[in-house]
Nanobody
Framework: QVQLVESGGGLVQAGGSLRLSCAAS????????MAWFRQAPGKDREFVVV????????SYADSVKGRFTISRDNAKNTVYLQMNSLKSEDTAVYYC???????????????WGQGTQVTVSS
């Protein structure tokens, strides 16, 4: 498994931006597909975006397409989530995840971070 630590969450006004980071340690980072999920209060955890091992493929949830951008730096063992044009409905705890299968299902990922809170005020 790989250990994951998220950072970069916080409070931002609607329309603003935040950049989340997820630092990995343990097994070689480039062997994992990486994803971001989020969980709002009272709701199930939902898929946000996934990026392939090399960074050549990405897939976004419709709700964030065009506003969020995932990237990874395999030399730094870090994946990023740039979030622009934030909306109140983006308020959630954001989790990064690592796994050996590419896809949007949480079952594809067996390593999870502790989460970072993102709060968007309207």
């Amino acid at each position: 498994q790989v250990q994951l630590v998220e950072s970069g969450g916080g409070l931002v006004q609607a329309g603003g931006s935040l950049r989340l980071s997820c630092a990995a340690s343990g097994r070689p980072f480039s062997t994992y597909h990486m994803a971001w999920f989020r969980q709002a209060p009272g709701k199930d955890r939902e898929f946000v975006v996934v990026i392939s091992r090399s960074g050549g493929m990405t897939s976004y949830a419709d709700s964030v397409k065009g506003r969020f951008t995932i990237s990874r730096d395999n030399a730094k063992n870090t994946v990023y989530l740039q979030m622009n044009s934030l909306k109140s409905e983006d308020t959630a705890v954001y989790y990064c995840a690592a796994g050996e299968n590419y896809g949007s299902s949480a079952s594809n990922f067996d390593s999870w971070g502790q989460g970072t809170q993102v709060t968007v005020s309207s």
